[in-house]
């Protein structure tokens, strides 16, 4: 049996009360549910080297986590889940279903079909107003490219735009081979690269 739909814009509390369901990606933007279908699996590969090889570079007190639930905003309530976030492990060690945006420290979106939008223009706006300090979007079509924001001031400003190799000393001193994202092989040499 299908849960009815909301029909009224939707708490935090109800938010949290929403039965689990993996078949599909949920954000709650100002109290709208946002229902997109699952990424497609080179997007999940892309994400899951990602996440893995920026959280062997990272120092023990921070953690790079996939697809976890980030209160961008309260009222009205904002719930996103980035592709890939670096936390401080103290946040993820707590247990909460819900990270608050002053405990990230990236945000990193991987373009989908239908979410270019959204990542390129929504949720920068959104997660600066949060004041994440730093975000990260990467675009899989040839050649893999990454856009690094830094917040200044209240807004994102462009620290870098990369093909190839991908390299930030924010949070910590990370690389990353980005054509090994989406490659079935990868190359044996540098960081990031396995």
């Known amino acids: 049996m299908v849960a009815p739909w909301p029909d009224h814009l939707v708490t935090l509390d109800e938010w949290d009360a929403l039965p689990e369901d993996t078949s599909r990606h949920y954000e709650l933007v100002e109290g709208v549910l946002i229902v997109s279908p699952k990424p497609q699996p080179t997007h999940q590969r892309a994400v899951q080297r ?30 996103r889940a980035p592709d890939v976030t670096i936390i401080t492990s103290h946040a993820v060690d707590s247990g909460r279903a819900r990270i608050d945006a002053s405990e990230v420290l990236v945000a990193v979106e991987i373009i989908s079909p239908g979410s270019a939008r959204t990542d390129r223009l929504v949720k920068p706006i959104e997660y600066a107003d949060a004041g994440i300090p730093a975000y990260w979007l990467i675009d899989l079509d040839e050649p893999v490219s990454l856009t690094a924001y830094t917040l200044t001031e209240g807004d994102y400003h462009v620290d870098q735009e990369v093909t190839g190799a991908f390299t930030s000393s924010f949070p910590a001193a ?13 190359s044996r040499s540098g960081p990031g690269s396995r």
């Open 174 to 186: 990370v690389t990353v081979n980005l054509t090994d994202l989406t490659t079935r092989e990868v």
């Open 50 to 79: 990602l996440a893995s090889w920026v959280d062997e570079q990272l120092p023990k007190d921070l953690t790079a986590i996939i697809d976890i639930e980030i209160t961008v905003a309260q009222d009205p309530p904002i719930v």
